[in-house]
């Protein structure tokens, strides 16, 4: 595991957001596939815009935890909303638990039906054994959760790498057909969608909206930095990490985008892997991206919530009865979210999941989207 010690905390931070976007859903492909390809050439612009504007709302409310010192969503959401806390406080609890419930539960589903795809053994085993790891490295907290984040980052940057970069080399040809065919406004097998730009606009800024709850979780790794142009930073290393991640998945994908099997697929990376190079060796390799992606994206929301809950009780405690319970109310309060999720997953709602994407989107939308915005514009002047 990367020795946090010798990383550099803006570092770890944008590990963290990388591996909240960058779960089971991306590493399939499927994501990518939905709100961006499907809508033709404008994939290759409009991850621009939606990496920029989170990286811009993370900045924006990561600094104002820093300086106000919110180390979860609810201090944070009750500091930052002032009067209107009762309102927009309590919408975003809401809203948090949609997150919890769609993100966190496909994460399980996501890695389950991997792993029992690999191994064969029963599928609620599966979950079960992706359950335990988020349990674990949920229990011990942020600084675990973000050399966790690090870590994962790296295999999987790495493991995409090794995937994307011979294939993409190799079906160079099949990809510029693609674009080629794309610029004169075709759209992939499979698609519903004409390539007008307002459509693909629109699906951009709801992928955009459905992840920025996730910014809750973000919160509690504020708390060790030592000075606020690490947030800056942060945001930056956030900013390009993320757009090359999704920029080289879409510019692989789209040597399948008018194949005629993509249509039948639940999993476009793996069809892009089997028509490539080295399918024997890297189908295993995306499989495994898959399963990290899917811990990885389940442990970051699971630790939030937790952290959140730790520090509603410990808020009226002295220091001494803090440490003293601190690992057993963690343990619990892991323990209940790891189960909600892992009850959700078994349903196999993989569909409805999906359509809850968009719902969440309209419900942060709502719950943080607005509240940002507004203080953007008529706030007070932030303190320094």
């Not at 106000?68 to 009750?78: A, H």
């Not at 892992?342 to 942060?364: H, P, R, S, T």
């Given at each position: 595991m990367i020795n946090k010690n010798k990383m550099p905390l803006a570092v770890g931070v944008a590990f963290v957001a990388f591996t909240t976007q960058f779960g089971g859903g991306f590493a399939s492909g499927a994501q990518i596939y939905q709100y961006f390809i499907n809508y033709g050439i404008w994939a290759l612009i409009l991850p621009f815009l939606t990496q920029f504007l989170l990286a811009?709302?993370?900045?924006?409310?990561?600094?104002?935890?820093?300086?106000?010192?919110?180390?979860?969503?609810?201090?944070?959401?009750?500091?930052?909303?002032?009067?209107?806390?009762?309102?927009?406080?309590?919408?975003?609890?809401?809203?948090y638990l949609i997150l919890i419930a769609t993100a966190t539960s496909a994460a399980f589903a996501t890695g389950g039906s991997t792993l029992n795809t690999l191994l064969g053994i029963p599928y609620w085993l599966c979950t079960l054994?992706?359950?335990a790891f988020i349990f674990v490295i949920a229990l011990y907290g942020t600084q675990i959760v973000r050399k966790c984040a690090a870590t994962l980052s790296v295999?999987?940057?790495?493991?995409?790498?090794?995937?994307?970069?011979?294939?993409?080399?190799?079906?160079?040809?099949?990809?510029?057909?693609?674009?080629?065919?794309?610029?004169?406004?075709?759209?992939?097998?499979?698609s519903k969608e004409t390539g007008a730009f307002g459509a693909a606009l629109w699906s951009a800024i709801l992928y955009f909206l459905f992840q920025l709850p996730s910014i809750g979780l973000m919160y509690q790794h504020t708390e060790p930095l030592t000075e606020e142009k690490q947030v800056t930073k942060a945001a930056i290393y956030m900013f390009i990490v993320n757009t090359a991640a999704m920029l080289l998945s879409i510019v692989g994908l789209l040597a399948i985008a008018f194949n005629a099997e993509l249509g039948n697929v639940s999993v476009p990376m793996l069809l892009f892997v089997q028509n490539g190079v080295g399918a024997s060796v890297l189908t295993p390799i995306i499989s495994i991206l898959i399963i990290l992606g899917s811990v990885s994206t389940g442990v970051n929301m699971i630790a939030g919530i937790v952290a959140r809950c730790v520090n509603g009780l410990e808020k009226n405690m002295d220091e001494e009865k803090k440490a003293s319970g601190h690992m057993v109310r963690s343990a619990v309060f892991s323990l209940i979210f790891t189960l909600i999720a892992f009850g959700i997953a078994q349903f196999g709602l993989?569909?409805?999941?999906?359509?809850?994407?968009?719902?969440?989107?309209?419900a942060g939308f709502i719950a943080v989207g607005i509240p940002f915005i507004v203080r953007m514009i008529f706030g007070r002047k932030e303190k320094a």
């Amino acid at each position: 595991m990367i020795n946090k010690n010798k990383m550099p905390l803006a570092v770890g931070v944008a590990f963290v957001a990388f591996t909240t976007q960058f779960g089971g859903g991306f590493a399939s492909g499927a994501q990518i596939y939905q709100y961006f390809i499907n809508y033709g050439i404008w994939a290759l612009i409009l991850p621009f815009l939606t990496q920029f504007l989170l990286a811009f709302f993370f900045w924006y409310g990561l600094r104002y935890a820093y300086r106000n010192k919110c180390y979860d969503y609810r201090t944070f959401s009750d500091s930052f909303n002032g009067k209107s806390s009762i309102i927009f406080s309590n919408l975003y609890e809401i809203c948090y638990l949609i997150l919890i419930a769609t993100a966190t539960s496909a994460a399980f589903a996501t890695g389950g039906s991997t792993l029992n795809t690999l191994l064969g053994i029963p599928y609620w085993l599966c979950t079960l054994i992706v359950g335990a790891f988020i349990f674990v490295i949920a229990l011990y907290g942020t600084q675990i959760v973000r050399k966790c984040a690090a870590t994962l980052s790296v295999l999987i940057i790495i493991g995409l790498v090794i995937v994307l970069v011979p294939n993409i080399i190799v079906q160079w040809g099949t990809i510029s057909d693609s674009i080629g065919q794309m610029a004169a406004g075709a759209v992939p097998v499979g698609s519903k969608e004409t390539g007008a730009f307002g459509a693909a606009l629109w699906s951009a800024i709801l992928y955009f909206l459905f992840q920025l709850p996730s910014i809750g979780l973000m919160y509690q790794h504020t708390e060790p930095l030592t000075e606020e142009k690490q947030v800056t930073k942060a945001a930056i290393y956030m900013f390009i990490v993320n757009t090359a991640a999704m920029l080289l998945s879409i510019v692989g994908l789209l040597a399948i985008a008018f194949n005629a099997e993509l249509g039948n697929v639940s999993v476009p990376m793996l069809l892009f892997v089997q028509n490539g190079v080295g399918a024997s060796v890297l189908t295993p390799i995306i499989s495994i991206l898959i399963i990290l992606g899917s811990v990885s994206t389940g442990v970051n929301m699971i630790a939030g919530i937790v952290a959140r809950c730790v520090n509603g009780l410990e808020k009226n405690m002295d220091e001494e009865k803090k440490a003293s319970g601190h690992m057993v109310r963690s343990a619990v309060f892991s323990l209940i979210f790891t189960l909600i999720a892992f009850g959700i997953a078994q349903f196999g709602l993989m569909a409805v999941i999906k359509k809850g994407y968009a719902y969440l989107g309209y419900a942060g939308f709502i719950a943080v989207g607005i509240p940002f915005i507004v203080r953007m514009i008529f706030g007070r002047k932030e303190k320094a």
